[in-house]
């Protein structure tokens, strides 16, 4: 089992910054990527970012290229979304997972952290 802890979120204004956290434990070696989902209100889940573990080859969402960046520290097992130009539509629940392998789902998430961004 892999736990994952979300930090970071907050209230902040349009065109603001905000770094989220993500803290991983338990049995991280099984992790072969790390991911950035959200959910706002009245929506679905979405995808934002995306890290390979080993190499760390990102990928992410074409509403958040060139402004969200997604990094991690395996010294530390943890992986941050850096946020900046943040936008009233980035508002909702961000969550961390991680998944095993590649090309399955992701196994394990993590409870959430809440991005509110005001105009």
């Known amino acids: 089992q892999v736990q994952l802890v979300e930090s970071g979120g907050g209230l902040v204004q349009a065109g603001d910054s905000l770094r989220l956290s993500c803290a991983a434990s338990g049995r991280t070696f099984n992790i072969y990527g790390m991911g950035w989902f959200r959910q706002a209100p009245g929506k679905e889940r979405e995808f934002v970012a995306r890290?390979?573990?080993?190499?760390?080859?990102?990928y992410y969402a074409d509403s958040v290229e060139g402004r969200f960046t997604i990094s991690r520290d395996i010294a530390k097992n943890m992986v941050y979304l850096q946020m900046n130009n943040l936008k009233p539509d980035d508002t909702a629940v961000y969550y961390c997972?991680?998944?095993?392998?590649?090309?399955?789902?992701?196994?394990?998430w993590g409870q959430g952290t809440q991005v509110t961004v005001s105009s």
């Open positions: 890290i390979v573990w080993n190499g760390g080859r990102t």
């Open positions: 997972a991680a998944t095993r392998a590649m090309g399955r789902g992701y196994d394990y």
